[in-house]
């Protein structure tokens, strides 16, 4: 039922969701300097601005785990998750670029930029974990 994770995947789960938890902040601050201090609109409302902003660290800590090895645990089958999560993100790409709505109208990101950018943090983890398979069998040969 949970996940079991070694106290090496734990620890790196926690220095990556820290990090994760920085870039936030960051990324929060700069999305504050632009919009109230430089008076620059990017997005239709606030609420597609901290769903796009969130997103980003989210899909970087995916990606920082898998790669490191700490995304799954030890009796999960890799396989199987990863081809389900490229289900899951090819479905909300789909999802984002089969409705009429644009992505970006009036020079402002809509809430279909969120939804494609949602399929992509589902896509990250299969192809980070492809990649580094791939790259560790060719410089294990």
């Not at 999305?31 to 609109?41: R, S």
Request: charged share 15%; hydrophobic share 50%; proline share 3%.
């Amino acid at each position: 039922m949970f996940a079991q994770y070694d106290e090496y995947q734990r620890l790196l789960r926690y220095k990556n969701g820290c990090y994760a938890f920085y870039l936030i902040n960051i990324l929060l601050f700069i999305n504050q300097l632009i919009t109230y201090i430089g008076e620059i609109k990017w997005a239709q409302d606030s609420f597609i601005e901290y769903l796009v902003i969130i997103m980003i660290p989210i899909m970087f800590m995916n990606i920082r785990n898998t790669w490191q090895g700490s995304h799954f645990d030890r009796k999960e089958k890799p396989s199987v998750v990863n081809v389900l999560n490229l289900l899951l993100g090819l479905t909300y790409f789909w999802l984002a670029l089969n409705r009429k709505q644009p992505l970006i109208e009036d020079g402002l990101v809509t809430l279909q930029v969120s939804q494609l950018l949602l399929g992509l943090v589902w896509i990250s983890t299969p192809i980070t974990y492809f990649i580094k398979y791939f790259r560790d069998s060719i410089v294990s040969e």
